[in-house]
């Protein structure tokens, strides 16, 4: 993905500038599940749990990055959160990234849309509403090797540091439900780092329901692509009785 400079021409994506009016309702929904940065949770210490298989957010599933180090925060029957936890001492653990996934209902029922409309349509707002502090972006593409969702990243400045935000967008065949993800880190070279293509293999399982009714799983393959990654040993993560304490997502 090819990043672009934020000036202020080059943000109109054409054919775009404005969202489809009646779809205001529910865009605006992905909006305020997403805009946030890692440091709104830095007043708390955050429990890091083993993520279970896969997950049911709505009508939609998909299987978990098949890698230890990446740990469940919160999970609801719409939504999970997660970092990718490295411990780099007995007390310190260093999370890398932060990563939410959420569904939600499309409130209107006229909506003509695809992934894409609606995944430019994020693009348009979340670019707007960075405002001056926007330095990079990607253009909306489909994910590799998840032809369903699509994709785009955003370079947000945050305080004397660069963020780095990527989107996660599928509509369901239906219209009813969409799917929204984003990926936060301050790794400017994040798709080269060890959580990056565990992501990748969970995103490119992700399924509506309605469709596995043939018995189809979204479990992701454990043979060919499979993803390495570590796990057990002297780096074990805590979490894996009751949940440990480790430190807040810093921004």
Known sequence: MMLESADADSRLSPGSRSPRVGAGEWLWALVLVLVFPLAVRAQGMLVLNPMPPSYDLGGFSLSSPPVDNWR??????????AVY????SDVDINQRCHFIAESHKVDDPDYQGDSASAATAAWNQHTQLRGEALVAFTRVQVLEKASGIFTFSLVVKVGEENVQ???FIMLAPDKSEYFVAKLTTKEPQFREAPFYAPLMLSLSTLRWRAEQADGDSPAAETTGDAVEGESGGDDALPGDESGAEAPPVQP
């Open 72 to 81: 469940e925060t919160q999970s609801s029957a719409t939504s999970f959160q």
């Open 85 to 88: 936890a490295e411990r780099v």
């Open 165 to 167: 935000e990527t989107f």
